[in-house]
């Protein structure tokens, strides 16, 4: 099995546009979003529990990516 890191958490906004840049470098990403999790299962989370995971071979290069876009922030 393919262990998965992961390399963020924040609001859907942010983490959708980091999943995006991931996928511009070829790099395979998976979204959990608790906070629709939490809404379909009828409990409250807060707003940034969107976490962002990669698998632990594309993690340089997805490291790289995540550096150039907290810069840019």
């Given at each position: 099995m393919e262990e998965y890191t992961k390399i963020y958490a924040?609001?859907?906004?942010?983490i959708s546009r980091l999943?995006?840049?991931?996928?511009?470098e070829n790099i395979s990403s998976i979204i959990k979003d608790n906070v629709e999790s939490g809404r379909l299962a009828g409990f409250g989370t807060s707003g940034d529990s969107v976490d962002l995971y990669v698998l632990n071979t594309h993690l340089p290069k997805a490291e790289k990516v995540l550096s150039n876009f907290e810069s840019a922030e």
């Open positions: 924040g609001s859907s906004i942010t999943a995006d840049l991931l996928d511009q």
